[in-house]
Every structure is written in C-alpha cells, then in structure tokens.
C-alpha cells in the first residue's frame, strides 16, 4: 500500500536552526532514505519552501475566475514542511517509518493512505 507521509514544522523555528542543527537533519533524512531505498519502500519525496513563498488558488465555481493569494491553504504556526511516498505492507510500517522523522525540527507528521484512481495500479 502506498502512504503520503507529511512532515510538519514551524518555519520559524525552521529558519533559526543552527548549521549543527541543520546537519543532524539531513543526516537522519539521508539515513532513512538509504534503509527504505534498500528495502524498495521509498518512492519519492521532497522538502518543501518556506510558506512565505507559497501561493494559494482558489476555485469558486463554474464560470467564476480563480483567485489567487500569497500564503498557504491555512494560517497555522506549523506547516508542510516536507514529504515522503512510501510503498509498505502494512500501516504499521508506514508509522514506523513516520515516527522516524520525528524530532526538534518536524514535530507533526500525517501518514495518509493513497488511493491509487488514476490508473496506474494497486501496489
């Protein structure tokens, strides 16, 4: 089954990492990825801009003009920091692998099925 692990932080918090701080992160990500591209489970994933740099486009209707604004889809003090898709047997996999990226810096993490609709196959 395929899983979306979203990785949430306070980008505040996020921009005033120290460079130590910074380097642990990327060790561990990179860490993780090495262990779940030997198993096969990693599929893809990304770190992500820092909301300020983020617009949303909102639909309102049939015939109407879409709206955009600066800024994410929620005004919240932590933020889609980062995310992996991963491909694992069980949802007691896919937290495991979420409770992986746990720390100081990603202090929520969202593991959500996804539902494979646009033709491409269960896994």
Aim: net charge negative; with cysteine.
């Amino acid at each position: 089954m395929k899983y979306l692990v979203l990785m949430y932080a306070d980008p505040a918090a996020t921009e005033a990492m120290t460079a130590a701080e910074r380097a642990e992160v990327f060790r561990r990500h990179e860490a993780l990825h090495r262990d779940l591209e030997a198993t096969g489970e990693m599929l893809n994933g990304a770190g992500l801009a820092v909301p300020r740099d983020t617009e949303t486009i909102r639909w309102h209707g049939e015939g109407s003009a879409p709206t955009t604004t600066d800024g994410p889809l929620m005004d919240s003090t932590d933020h889609l920091t980062a995310y992996y898709v991963i491909d694992c047997a069980t949802p007691e996999r896919a937290r495991e692998i979420a409770e992986r990226v746990l720390d100081f810096h990603v202090v929520a993490v969202e593991v959500r099925p996804v539902h494979d609709s646009f033709g491409m196959g269960e896994t």
